[in-house]
């Protein structure tokens, strides 16, 4: 780790890899002997390029982009593009890793990669976001392809940049592929990819609940973030009466004990120049706590009491003090919808709290699964309809939550679900990579 210190969220990554998948290395020499982790860690392909652009101003702008292809032995590289000025190598490996696992745990044919780029959409016109993304496809068009990497959305990359994304492959390859998920329905899309994650990871709530004699109807739930996953999650929520109190973006926190007002965030988030705080003008019982106002190593979020918290924005915005506060709180359940929000120290105290903790890798495999049955539609050149999508992904949400659950009882750790991910993920790729030879 000292020789590499840009890399502190990959190495964050693998550590709870290994030290979850320990119990299956101690038992299986042939993991050593195969190099099995030695290999796991290393990307088989990592690309890097410049991406050229021109603003409005007609000034040349220049950024960094990324494709990480991390592990093909379960299917074509697949998993997100995301544009946020805080990316860098150590972000898009880290999720990459854990995309392999993920995607590993679904069950479905798919490996594992993740890319984006240091942009930052916010602030940009749209004829900037499309000459963006235009200049990013000038170069990822050459490693992708629908039997080689399908890339999906991530955090800034929703619809509209999939459609300029597709729409210059289209041109430079002179084909119709579905190369790329999250893509219009009209040309290509499946319905319900968008809400995907955010519902998936109720169900996976759910699922856990109920396992554990507890029900999702009336709990009280806390949920970052007010992007993609975080508003489908609330939106899943209140459909199956739970009252979600918070959402948050990168300005500050927003609550409201009476429930959030899911499409006041909607306008609210639409508009450019809004903000949350915003909210307060029409309910005037609802308080907006600004960044700058969190409590220190904390996020405002996760400090009002709650039954279930639903973390949803981004990585390491749940640490140890915020997890102490959700205990105190008396809150029964953690379900990750973004990648790795939970710290080491955070997670630690909740497992050892008892507290119910549903790992990213299971909780938001969601939408990664939806892509799939994108994929799936592209390829017999068929359109689903949103119940039979729904229906897929329930069980699909159901089958990675028995999947985790047994494997934690199957090493000694029963409820474990991060143990049990990691280890169900790990073993099916792991076996793959030793019957696909040395490669
Ligand atoms: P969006 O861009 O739609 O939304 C992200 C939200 O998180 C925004 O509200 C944003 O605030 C907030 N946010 C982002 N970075 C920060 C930060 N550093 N500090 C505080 N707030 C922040 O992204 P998604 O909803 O798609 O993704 C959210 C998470 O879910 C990510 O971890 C992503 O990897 C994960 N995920 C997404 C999937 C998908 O299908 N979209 C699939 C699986 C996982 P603001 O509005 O101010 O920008």
């Known amino acids: 780790q000292q020789s590499s210190p840009a890399q502190t969220e990959f190495y964050q990554a693998v550590e709870e890899v290994l030290s979850s998948i320990a119990p299956i290395l101690e038992h299986n020499d042939r993991y050593h002997h195969h190099a099995i982790i030695e290999r796991m860690v290393e990307p088989e392909r990592q690309i890097m390029f410049r991406v050229a652009w021109v603003d409005d101003r007609g000034q040349v702008q220049v950024n960094k982009g990324y494709r990480v292809e991390f592990n093909s032995a379960l299917g074509p590289y697949k998993g997100g593009l995301r544009f946020h000025p805080s990316v860098n190598a150590s972000i898009i490996k880290f999720l990459g890793f ?3 696992f993920k995607n590993a745990l679904t069950g479905l044919a798919l490996g594992g990669a993740k890319g984006g780029a240091n942009f930052d959409p916010k602030g940009k016109s749209d004829g900037e976001i499309m000459r963006f993304c235009q200049a990013y496809m000038n170069e990822l068009y050459r490693h992708i392809g629908p039997t080689t990497d399908v890339p999906a959305g991530d955090i800034g ?3 509209r940049e999939i459609g300029y994304l597709f729409g210059q492959y289209k041109k430079l390859v002179n084909r119709f592929d579905g190369v790329l998920t999250g893509k219009k329905r009209d040309w290509g899309g499946s319905l319900m990819r968008t809400e995907a994650t955010g519902y998936g990871c109720v169900y996976l ?3 856990m609940l109920e396992d554990n004699k507890e029900r999702l109807e009336g709990k009280v739930c806390l949920v970052s973030g007010a992007g993609n996953v975080a508003l489908h999650a609330i939106e899943k929520l209140q459909e199956l009466g739970a009252i979600p109190v918070t959402c948050s973006d990168s300005q500050g926190t927003l609550y409201h004990k009476d429930g959030i007002d899911l499409s006041c965030v909607r306008t609210l988030k639409a508009q450019p120049d809004a903000s949350l705080a915003d909210y307060l003008t029409t309910h005037s019982n609802a308080r907006f706590i600004p960044r700058d106002e969190y409590p220190a190593d904390g996020n405002a979020v996760w400090h009002f009491p709650a ?3 639903f973390p949803c924005a981004t990585q390491n915005e749940l640490s140890a003090t915020d997890a102490k506060a959700l205990i105190n709180n008396g809150c029964k359940a ?8 939970c710290t080491k120290a955070a997670i630690e105290q909740l497992l050892k709290a008892k507290v119910l903790y549903a790992p990213g890798k299971a909780a938001n495999a969601g939408g990664v699964a939806t892509s799939q049955l994108e994929m799936a539609q592209n390829a017999s050149m068929q359109h689903w309809s949103f119940e039979e999508v729904d229906e897929r992904l329930k069980v699909i ?9 047994n494997a934690a009882a199957e090493f000694d750790q029963p409820g474990n679900l991060m143990l049990g991910s990691n280890i169900a993920g790990f073993r099916r790729v792991a ?3 030793i019957e696909q030879g040395v490669v």
């Open 157 to 159: 990359v929703g619809s």
């Open 397 to 405: 949400m159901c089958n990675i939550y028995q999947s985790a659950h």
């Open 98 to 100: 854990e995309q392999v």
């Open 334 to 341: 953690v379900i990750e919808g973004a990648n790795m929000p």
């Open 431 to 433: 076996d793959a990579m």
């Open 205 to 207: 709530a759910q699922y």
């Open 307 to 309: 039954d279930l918290a």
